[in-house]
């Protein structure tokens, strides 16, 4: 069974950095990865995603530039390097795979349980 542990998240303060990180367990050969984010009363939306066959990385408008997604494939392990956080950055962020490419759509077959971010 595939299994997404996120971690890092915490409160800090505007304009402070944050890294979160995804650990995927279990039979693993999901292609594409993301994270997505959910702010009280808010829609479930896609921050990031990155394609591991080639590298492909795709950003929400709001923080291009700010955050960088990343993957290292010999821990299987997907980041989010989060710079200049902002107010409208507080959420619950989820890692997300599927094999196939979803970009930010929410369509990804497997989540984890999520890590609150708080800025």
């Known amino acids: 069974d595939v299994q997404l542990v996120e971690s890092g998240g915490g409160s800090v303060q505007a304009e402070g950095s944050l890294r979160l990180s995804c650990a995927a367990s279990?039979?693993?050969?999901?292609?594409?990865m993301a994270w997505f984010r959910q702010a009280p009363g808010k829609e479930r939306e896609g921050v990031a995603a990155?394609?591991?066959?080639?590298?492909?990385?795709y950003y929400l408008n709001s923080v291009e530039g700010r955050f960088t997604i990343s993957h290292d494939s010999a821990k299987n392990t997907l980041y989010l390097q989060m710079n200049d956080l902002k107010p409208g950055d507080t959420a619950i962020y989820y890692c997300?795979?599927?094999?196939?490419?979803?970009?930010?759509?929410?369509?990804?077959?497997?989540w984890g349980q999520g890590t609150q971010v708080t800025v």
């Open positions: 997300v795979a599927d094999f196939r490419c979803w970009g930010l759509a929410p369509r990804y077959g497997y």
């Open positions: 279990g039979y693993f050969s999901k292609r594409c």
């Open positions: 990155i394609d591991t066959g080639d590298g492909s990385t």
